[in-house]
T-cell receptor, first 114, second 111 residues
Framework: AQSVTQLDSQVPVFEEAPVELRCNYS??????LFWYVQYPNQGLQLLLK??????LVKGINGFEAEFNKSQTSFHLRKPSVHISDTAEYFC????????????FGTGTRLQVTL | NAGVTQTPKFRILKIGQSMTLQCTQD?????MYWYRQDPGMGLKLIYY???????DKGEVPNGYNVSRSTTEDFPLRLELAAPSQTSVYFC??????????FGDGTRLSIL
C-alpha cells in the first residue's frame, strides 16, 4: 500500500527567504505525485503535479518540485517566499490504475513572517 | 465554471441525527471522492465512485453511506451521527491520471 510522509509539521520562515517542504512516499508501482495548498477555511488548490516526463515540475505562485525516484521523494521548493504563502501544504500520491485515489501526507504548515 | 460544489458549508448535528452532505460537479468527471480532514491527520478517503452506479469503500467508511445515481452528484449520508464524525468533509472529482478538483468543504460538528 502506498503511503506519504511529510517530515515537517511546521516550517517557520522569514519573508523573501527560500523554503523547502519535504515529502517522501512509498509505493511499489508507478505513481503520480501532487502538491496541494490549503488556505484557512478553504478547500485544496493544486500547486503542481508530476504525471510523467521531466522530473522538475513548475507550479503556480513560483513553486517547483523535483521527482526523485531513487530516493522516493517529491520535495517542494520556492526561492523567495511571500507573506501570502502562509498556508497548509499537502503532498499526495496516486498509483497508476487505482481510479486516481489519493493518499495524503499529514501536511506542513508554512508560516511566513516579516 | 462552478467546478465542485458542496452544500451545506456548515452544520451542527445532535448525536443520533442523520443528514446528507451534497456534492455536485459540472466537469463531466467520472471519478468522485469523499474525504474527511481532521487536525494533524491530513485527508482520509471515505468513499469513492468511478461512475454512475458504482461506489467503493475507502480507508474510513464506517458510519457513512454513498450513492451515485448520476455523473454529476455524489451525496454522502450519515445515518446515526456520532461525535467522532465531527470533521471537515471534502468532495473531489477527476478523470483517470489527472489531478483531483476539490470543493470548499462542509464543516460538521456533532454535539
Amino acid at each position: 500500500a502506498q503511503s506519504v510522509t511529510q517530515l515537517d509539521s511546521q516550517v517557520p520562515v522569514f519573508e523573501e527567504a527560500p523554503v523547502e517542504l519535504r515529502c517522501n512516499y512509498s509505493s511499489s508501482v508507478s505513481v503520480y505525485l501532487f502538491w496541494y495548498v490549503q488556505y484557512p477555511n478553504q478547500g485544496l488548490q493544486l500547486l503542481l503535479k508530476y504525471l510523467s516526463g521531466s522530473t522538475l515540475v513548475k507550479g503556480i505562485n513560483g513553486f517547483e518540485a523535483e521527482f526523485n525516484k531513487s530516493q522516493t521523494s517529491f520535495h517542494l521548493r520556492k526561492p523567495s517566499v511571500h507573506i501570502s504563502d502562509t498556508a497548509e501544504y499537502f503532498c499526495a500520491v496516486s498509483e497508476a490504475g487505482t481510479a486516481s485515489k489519493l493518499t495524503f501526507g499529514t501536511g506542513t504548515r508554512l508560516q511566513v513572517t516579516l | 465554471n462552478a467546478g465542485v460544489t458542496q452544500t451545506p458549508k456548515f452544520r451542527i448535528l445532535k448525536i443520533g441525527q442523520s443528514m446528507t452532505l451534497q456534492c455536485t460537479q459540472d466537469m463531466n468527471h467520472n471519478y468522485m471522492y469523499w474525504y474527511r480532514q481532521d487536525p494533524g491527520m491530513g485527508l482520509k478517503l471515505i468513499y469513492y465512485s468511478v461512475g454512475a452506479g458504482i461506489t467503493d469503500k475507502g480507508e474510513v467508511p464506517n458510519g457513512y453511506n454513498v450513492s451515485r445515481s448520476t455523473t454529476e452528484d455524489f451525496p454522502l449520508r450519515l445515518e446515526l451521527a456520532a461525535p467522532s464524525q465531527t470533521s471537515v468533509y471534502f468532495c473531489a472529482s477527476t478523470r483517470e491520471g489527472q489531478p483531483q478538483h476539490f470543493g470548499d468543504g462542509t464543516r460538521l460538528s456533532i454535539l
